[in-house]
């Protein structure tokens, strides 16, 4: 198991990656996913006139602050210090829902990844939470990382 996971020792028992003989580098990751809603329920969120105020600005802050704790959530995750972390959710009415994206950054010995999608999974679930009174069918999608750059694997970025 060792040879494939880079997260459990030799013997099979889980740690946390040793990577202080890394380099420190610039590291950048982007994910995404979608929340698809009724088209009633987008409209609600829209007009941001609801008990809840601007669903979609509230969603983004809780996926910035959830970027923030991520070595706190994932086991075995390093705490990191982040540079940057921009969560942006725009509504889509070919969806109908909303699109979700985030950008995380820092300098430092391992990537940024986990914060990008648990940022983006934490948005999608504050939009779920914020506007289940009005659309129980909700569906969170889609959650994937779309690009990453730094550290020796250098740069990747997702086909389509």
Sequence with gaps: ???????????GRPHMVDVS????????AVARGRVRTMRSTLDRAL?????????ARIAELAGLM???????????????????????????TELPGFAVT?????????????????????????????LKSA?????IEGIELVEKKGGKSGHWRRDG
């Design 102 to 130: 985030a950008e995380a950054k820092t300098v430092g010995r391992t990537g940024v990844e986990m914060e990008a999608l648990t940022a983006v999974s934490i948005a999608c679930l504050t939009l779920y939470d914020m």
């Design 21 to 28: 003989a890394k380099a420190e580098t610039e590291r950048c």
């Design 135 to 139: 659309d129980r069918g909700m569906r």
């Design 47 to 55: 007009r941001g006139k609801g008990r809840k105020g601007d669903v």
């Design 1 to 11: 198991m060792a040879d494939e996971l880079s997260h459990f020792d030799e013997s």
């Design 66 to 92: 959830a970027a923030k704790k991520v070595g706190d959530l994932i086991p075995l995750c390093h705490p990191l210090p982040l540079t940057s972390v921009v969560v942006a959710i725009v509504p889509d």
